[in-house]
Structure formats: C-alpha cells, structure tokens
C-alpha cells in the first residue's frame, strides 16, 4: 500500500519511530547531537524498491524470483545535518515462508568542521551461512524471531556503541515494524556499552550510510573509513558510466530521456579482518543519489537485487509498504 501525505516533524518521527527511540538514543550520554535535530520531513527524498533474489551454487546462479520483498531509502538534510535510511525485507508468500527485515537510520551534522554522527538499526538474525541451512530453516515451524537492536554514536575521541538481542512472535513482519522497533528500543535500554576496538582519539568517523552518500557525492573520493558496531572499515569505491543501465531506467520511466547512469562498484572490509563484502550501485546522474539499484550478496548462497520501482517521493511525500 502507498500514500502520500502532508506530515509534520513529530508526525513523521512517529510513523518511522524516532519518537520511540529518542530516550535510547539519549542514554549514549552524548550532550550534542540528537534525533530531536533531524531535518524537516519537507526536505525528505524517499524512494521504494522491489526485492529481486539469486541463490548461488559455486558461484553460478541456479535460481532466480523476483518480487520476494521490498525496500524503502530516505535522504533529507539541511544546511546543518543529514538524515538517511533504508529498509530492506522479504514477503513470506514471495519468499517461501521466509520473514526477514532490516532497518538502518543515521543522522549527522554536516556543518563545515563538525564530526558527529548516531545511528539506530534492527535486523532479523539469519545464522543460515548455506543453501543447505537456508533449506532446513524453511521448514522450521517456530513461534519466536531472534532479532538484533544496535545504536551508536561517534564524536570527536569517542566512539559508544550499544548491541541488544531480543525475541519476538514470528508472525510479526513489516507491517508491525513499530512494535519490533519499540521491542528494540527497550532491548538497548538495558543492553552495555561497548568501547570500540579502534584508537577513537584518531579523530571521528561517519557511520556506514553517512560514508557511503559522501562518496557518492563526492566523484573524487576512491575510499573511505567509517565506524560500525564498535569496529573501524574501510569503504572503497569504482564508478563507470553505464549506458545500457540508463536506457533500461529510461524505458521504466524511472530517468529522463538522456540522464547518464552510473555505476558503483564497492567493498568493505573491516580494517581488523574479516570476510569483504561486495555491492553495486547504479544512480542517476542528476544531483539526486538515491539508488536506482542496489546489488550485494549477504550470504555465500544468496544475492540480492533492490531494483527502483518510482522516481524518488519529494517535500513530505512519504511513501511505505
């Protein structure tokens, strides 16, 4: 379902859950940056998206079925911070039973010299790392959903982060989202903070989101290092022209007719170790950097394909499931 509406601050706060996650956010015990300091909706770019998936045998797709899910991104900023987030999850009876979702927001000043930023997220804990585990998972009947709630916030010499596991029924999909971020919230409330496993007085970090739209921004910028749960990455990125993406968007109505299209080529990795993470990302190349298309893989057996559904909803347009 989609609808478009006229919203005020606290009205968009609440359907998104900041509301909910304002006493959270607050116990980080930092004096600055708050989500009280969001920009307003009417400066929100919001776009949604289709949920395409690939399993993945030795590396050759072996099956394809579109529509599993969905997906939402958000941009707004103003002359001192920036607001984004993306939503990701799946529609059991397009997914084979299967209920995920994930959620990511993160806000930070964007004022010359400032270095701050928070971020909030929720995710379904998918431990399956085969096909085979994917396969047993399906037929698993369960009445509880582990999920996993972090929050953090990175300033100049510090670096908080707060992770919380928590169950919920099953059933619950992105439709009760505000319910699982209530549950998450409440997760955190009691959840330790953890210090980070970086040297902090190296100067403050932008958190993944934040990171990725400066580069993005930014054609110049080959890579760049951000903060996630405590954990220092690094973010690197290639861009090329893509002419037959474009004159794909194009026949979607998605791009004007002779707009160029470019596409990003990333990976991550965190600067301690660990596997890389590869993605890409095709945008327009018209000042607006909300994806027309996101690929990654999140598991050796599964690729994932966002694919834009509708040019990006303007000025307090507020688009959902």
Known sequence: MNWHAQMT???????????????????????????????????????????????????????????V?????????????????????????????LNRLGFIRELA?????????????????????????????LHRQTREQLYTAIEGRMGPGEAVTATAHFSAPAQLSVAQRQELLTMARQALSAAPRKAPQFDAAGGARPTFLQALATMLQDPSRKEIRYVYNARLYRLWLGRS?????????VKKNLIAA??????????????????????QI????????????????????????????CAPAAAGAVSTP
């Open 109 to 137: 000043r964007t004022e010359p010299g400032a270095a701050e930023s928070m971020y909030f997220g929720v995710m379904t804990a998918s431990p399956e790392e085969s096909a085979a585990e994917a396969r047993q998972a």
């Open 69 to 97: 899910g969905g997906g939402r991104a958000s941009w707004s900023e103003n002359a001192s911070v920036r607001l984004l987030d993306f939503m990701g999850y799946s529609l059991p009876d397009r997914a084979a039973g």
């Open 282 to 309: 095709w945008a327009a190349n018209t000042g607006q950097p909300l994806p027309l298309r996101i690929e990654y893989q999140p598991k050796p057996y599964l690729r994932l394909a966002f694919e834009a559904e």
């Open 258 to 279: 002779g707009t160029g299209v470019t596409r990003s080529e990333g990976k991550l990795r965190a600067e301690d170790g660990g596997r890389e993470i590869t993605f």
């Open 9 to 67: 601050r606290r009205g968009l706060g609440r359907m998104l859950g900041l509301a909910g996650l304002l006493p959270a956010s607050r116990a980080l015990g930092a004096p600055g940056l708050d989500w009280d300091a969001q920009p307003d909706p009417g400066c929100a770019f919001t776009r949604t998206y289709r949920a395409d998936a690939q399993i993945v045998v030795l590396s050759v797709p072996v099956l394809r079925r579109a529509g």
């Open 241 to 249: 022209p893509d002419s037959e993406a474009a004159a794909y968007f």
